[in-house]
């Protein structure tokens, strides 16, 4: 999602003048890698709390620290020869040591490799991987995400506050809430709006939410995203009559959220950085999908709201996910907690500008 906002906005501020190319290097690379990032989607799908060892494992494993497998290397050689780039730009954590080495050891000139990380605290669940104290910068998301670089040894004056990367549409004017309901979602007008996120741990679940959400007296509509999970969203769209008087929309994958997001009342999401920075940019309140467990990285999430002091409540199941969905949009005091978080992500969204990170990478 960073690397694609990038080029979002190099072509911005850069029209037709400088040439993007995206390269996932873990999935395209060697099959060893491949097996690892697919270990990684399935633990997220079916069990996250088993993540917290697979984090410790690869924290102490260095598996891309010092140098690349024969086969990552030569596909590695092969795209740079091939492309032959002026800036090397990393957003995985696995990708700022041997990645950046090899760059400068194969190409004939002197190339500039930038860090972007997006996570929101430090601490457990901010890999260490992330800090090259050679890289020539470092842009973190947030005040407390640099703080955790320079504490694991990052030069100060190459730490930089970039603020959140996502893509030119949810920094840009946002149309009248109510209107944009109205355009969307026609049938809604005084009725709240939830938006079920999907991700791998996110359609898995719909069916049962939903189910448990059908069973209260309160029938807000829902949006269900599935992404690019077809039978959800086929097996929804079959189940809808039998969820009435829920109002419960699926829909497959949206190449921008912004939209949806912006008229929505609630996301039930994961903790994880990049729909939870879309969710603040387009001021949605969450609740965040806690089934299964939290992740390390999630965790740190997590942490970074806890440190601001923004209530952002969490479930565990899913009987609990429907009744605190109830109690948000329907109570009081809930209500008076998600006006209370719409304030603050308008005040966390103030001042974000990627434009600059690419400025500073690409004066």
């Given at each position: ?7 979002q906005?190099?072509?911005k ?35 996250p ?5 697979y ?23 092969e ?11 990393s ?13 400068k ?63 030119p ?39 049962k ?25 086929q ?7 039998r ?54 990285q ?51 969204a ?14």
């Open positions: 999602m960073r690397a694609r906002s990038l080029q906005w190099v072509a501020t850069h029209p037709g003048t400088v040439e993007t190319r995206q390269w996932q290097a873990l999935e395209e690379s060697s099959p060893l890698d491949r097996f690892g990032v697919h270990l990684y989607n399935w633990i997220q799908r079916h069990w709390i088993l993540h917290h060892g984090f410790s494992f690869l924290e102490k494993a260095s598996l891309h620290r010092h140098s690349l497998r024969p086969k990552a290397r030569l596909r590695y050689r795209v740079l020869d091939d492309f032959q780039p002026d800036v090397l730009i957003v995985h954590a696995h990708l700022n040591h041997a990645y950046f080495a090899e760059a050891a194969c190409l004939e000139k002197e190339i500039p490799c930038y860090t972007c990380c997006g996570e929101m605290h430090g601490g457990y669940g901010f890999s260490r991987h992330w800090v090259n104290p050679k890289a020539n910068g470092f842009f973190a998301a947030t005040q407390e995400c640099a703080q955790a670089a320079q504490e694991l040894g990052l030069a100060a004056e190459k730490t930089f506050v970039s603020g959140f990367l996502l893509n549409s949810f920094f840009a004017e946002k149309p009248n809430r109510r209107d944009l309901r109205a355009s969307l979602f026609p049938d809604l007008q005084e009725t709240p709006l939830v938006l079920l996120g999907t991700g791998a741990n996110g359609a898995n679940q719909h069916e939410i939903l189910r448990a959400l059908a069973r209260r007296s309160k029938s807000p509509g829902v949006v269900a995203l599935c992404g690019k999970n077809e039978k959800t969203l097996r929804l769209k079959t189940l809808i009559p969820l009435h008087p829920l109002k419960v929309y699926p829909m497959g994958y949206q190449k921008d959220l912004q939209p949806l997001l912006h008229a929505a009342d609630l996301a039930f999401i994961r903790p994880g950085t990049g729909t939870t920075c879309e969710a603040i940019m387009s001021g949605c309140p969450v609740l965040f999908n806690g089934l299964g467990g939290i992740m390390p999630e965790g740190i999430t997590l942490k970074f709201f806890r440190k601001r002091g923004i209530n952002t409540p969490q479930t565990r199941s899913i009987r609990d996910t429907a009744a605190q969905i109830d109690y948000l949009l329907y109570s009081k005091e809930g209500t008076s907690l998600l006006d209370n978080t719409r304030r603050a992500f308008a005040d966390l103030k001042n974000q500008n990627p434009e600059a990170l690419i400025n500073r990478i690409l004066p």
